[in-house]
């Protein structure tokens, strides 16, 4: 998130006159949000084959949650949508929390198996019936 933050506030200082610079950047912040994207998708299946979803679904909920504030900040910063000085400061605090994001990624995050993914496995055997397995899926070596 750090390469979409800097795109992010580098964009909100271009005036009218750096068309070009303003599409190139814009072009190359937005590829970098995409791949940022794939990396932390990525990350859930590395900590937790088993509950990825679950992982994946609790991410998108609080990004979606963010997505929803977006307008509404928006609105109240943006008094006149011609003034690119209201912009800018939409870009200076969305570039903050891009930054905030990676330094908390930094601190805590890890692609470490993560203990609490164990489990028993349900083995389906004989197309469909079921036999619990009293062992563990993953290896403790893995951990």
Not at 104 to 119: E, P
Request: aromatic letters at 12%; hydrophobic letters at 40%.
């Amino acid at each position: 998130t750090i390469l979409p933050g800097i795109g992010l506030l580098v964009l909100g200082f271009y005036t009218s006159d750096n068309k070009t610079e303003y599409m190139c950047t814009l072009y190359i912040t937005m590829s970098s949000i995409i791949a940022t994207n794939h990396g932390y998708t990525l990350n859930t299946i590395d900590i937790s084959p088993t509950f990825c979803g679950t992982l994946r679904g609790i991410t998108s909920a609080v990004g979606n949650v963010f997505a929803l504030l977006t307008p509404l900040a928006v609105q109240v910063v943006v008094k006149n949508e011609q003034d690119p000085r209201e912009w800018r400061t939409i870009f200076i605090i969305i570039s903050c929390i891009n930054f905030l994001a990676a330094i908390f990624y930094i601190v805590f995050a890890s692609g470490k198996l993560q203990r609490w993914t164990t489990y028993s496995l349900i083995d389906v055997v004989n197309y469909g019936t079921i036999r619990r397995s009293s062992k563990n899926h993953l290896n403790e070596n893995h951990l």
